[in-house]
């Protein structure tokens, strides 16, 4: 038998041990699997939608806050990886809290995980619309306004459509564009930083030690008041738009049925998108911030910070068509990045159903026959999106005040929501990471390929008490002044769309009845 044929049995009879037989095609390589959770974690995508929120609020030197985000979510992939490599099987979280700690836990970990999951898929293909929009209207002289809710749910249900088509016909095409998003995002990357570096930076490299008083309302171009404090005011916020970028990686784990020697390559993709992603991202923020065009009445209320990173490009790069290039490579970062967690999400549905821990689980679990993929959880998996991008309809003009918390005027519902997957996304692996103590504390160990052996307790613990801190920081209103709300967590609406989001997975639990069906 060939080294691969045995790596594959290997595999199958682990799979088999936790009471799942082999449905999906085992064909996603070492770079696939790195590439999919890459692509998810995409600093291209992270970086467009909040290099003016980090700036904004923390000044140049918010780049070094990206240590913070980076280290403790390393903690999580080492702990993750361990999971992964013990549990080798579709839905990740879902399934790592489940057998760790009970079959009820594990399912409200992997709801939470998959809501997010889903909303970001939303959040991704309509973050994509003002970029597109900008190709589509230069390229073929089109008059596309990407404010228009009918233009963001038209472009977000044919981006939709083609992910989803796409994802079908095999992990294997799922794979490929991860793979060529991957190409497509660290050589857009350096070949922004080193065309910006061309044509000239406008700072030298002290620039990124400033603040540029961004925590004095007075120079904060976001209008917030700090205080005049930067450590214990501007950067509890700015260091939110590096944790929104540094997770995906865990969705490595979600494909895992569907990787080669996946207990030895999960753990290894989930680490490396984790360290690639930072250090792609260090060197993008790094060029854009000394490209910034400098401003006499100084920085913090400059035109170029205001314009952000279009702005800053279109000063540096006087070829239009060399924009529109790089504007291309943004675009395809964002489909990819699309399509890796619509890819995950399908796999948690899949994993859900496979179990019977969903309503209609039946349909769910179908793999079609032809393409061995979950089609079903598929077409679901891109329908719940869509439906979410409709809520960009709903956009109150006035302040409502419901109970304890203000609901900002021009805020539309659909952000909301969008602001509830990443508070999301960190409250589920918390929930996996206390579980994974839980477990120590029982006296698991860990047999797969990867093992972090007497280190995994502290590991453990740090990685607990990291998301911990920063799931504070997200869901607890600043009660800064700002025009835009409370800049990231809308008030105490997080917080509220979560409760809601709990209700709906009550009457999801109470319908499924997953402790009567799982397996």
């Known amino acids: 038998m060939s080294d691969k044929n045995q790596s594959n049995a290997a595999e199958e009879s682990r799979l088999g041990a936790l009471g799942y037989k082999q449905e999906l095609s085992r064909v996603l390589s070492k770079f696939d699997s790195f590439s999919v959770a890459f692509t998810y974690l995409s600093p291209m995508v992270g970086i467009y939608s909040l290099f003016v929120l980090g700036v904004g609020a923390g000044g140049p030197r918010y780049i070094w806050l990206m240590l913070i985000p980076v280290i403790g979510m390393y903690f999580v992939a080492l702990i993750f990886g361990e999971l992964g490599s013990h549990y080798p099987v579709s839905g990740a979280l879902y399934q790592y809290s489940k057998f760790t700690v009970s079959k009820k836990y594990g399912w409200w970990v992997g709801w939470f995980y998959l809501m997010a999951l889903l909303v970001t898929v939303a959040a991704?293909?309509?973050?994509?619309?003002?970029?597109?929009?900008?190709?589509?209207?230069?390229?073929?002289?089109?008059?596309?306004?990407?404010?228009?809710?009918?233009?963001i749910m038209v472009i977000t249900l044919a981006l939709l459509a083609v992910q989803t088509l796409l994802n079908i016909t095999g992990a294997k095409v799922m794979g490929r564009i991860a793979s060529f998003g991957s190409y497509v995002e660290i050589f857009g990357t350096f070949g922004i930083a080193i065309i910006l570096a061309a044509a000239g930076f406008n700072h030298g490299f002290g620039f990124l030690f400033s603040s540029e008083g961004a925590e004095t309302v007075g120079t904060n171009t976001l209008g917030v008041s700090f205080g005049g404090n930067w450590w214990t005011g501007a950067a509890l916020v700015a260091v939110l738009a590096h944790a929104f970028i540094f997770y995906g990686f865990e969705s490595a784990g979600d494909v895992a049925e569907e990787t080669k020697d996946a207990s030895k390559q999960v753990p290894k993709a989930m680490r490396q998108a984790l360290l690639v992603g930072a250090f792609t991202s260090f060197v993008l923020v790094a060029a854009l911030l000394l490209a910034t065009p400098s401003d006499p009445k100084g920085y913090a209320t400059a035109t170029s910070f205001a314009g952000g990173i279009p702005y800053i490009l279109s000063t540096a790069i006087s070829s239009s068509f060399l924009r529109d290039i790089l504007l291309?490579?943004?675009?395809?970062?964002?489909?990819?990045?699309?399509?890796?967690?619509?890819?995950?999400?399908?796999?948690?549905?899949?994993?859900?159903?496979?179990?019977?821990?969903?309503?209609a689980a039946k349909m769910v679990s179908k793999v079609s026959p032809k393409f061995h993929t979950p089609v079903n959880a598929l077409l679901l998996g891109a329908l719940v999106p869509f439906i979410f991008t409709l809520l960009v309809n709903i956009t109150p003009s006035k302040d409502i005040k419901i109970g304890f918390f203000t609901y900002p005027a021009n805020v539309s519902a659909l952000l909301s929501l969008v602001s509830f997957g990443v508070s999301g996304i960190y409250l589920a692996f918390m929930l996996t990471v206390l579980g994974a103590l839980i477990a120590r504390t029982r006296g698991w160990k860990a047999d797969g390929h990867f093992t972090l052996g007497s280190k995994g307790m502290i590991v453990n613990v740090i990685a607990l008490v990291y998301l911990v801190v920063m799931f504070i920081n997200l869901v607890i209103p600043t009660g800064l002044a700002s025009p835009r709300g409370a800049?990231?967590?809308?008030?105490?609406?997080?917080?509220?769309?979560?409760?809601?989001?709990?209700?709906l997975g009550g009457i999801v639990y109470a319908i499924a009845q997953p402790g009567k069906k799982s397996s």
């Open 124 to 151: 991704v293909d309509t973050g994509v619309v003002p970029y597109l929009s900008a190709i589509l209207n230069s390229w073929f002289g089109m008059s596309i306004d990407p404010s228009k809710h009918s233009t």
């Open 328 to 359: 291309l490579a943004v675009v395809f970062a964002f489909f990819s990045c699309g399509s890796s967690i619509l890819g995950a999400s399908s796999r948690m549905l899949f994993s859900y159903a496979r179990d019977g821990a969903v309503p």
């Open 487 to 503: 800049l990231f967590n809308l008030d105490w609406v997080t917080l509220v769309v979560m409760l809601v989001i709990a209700a």
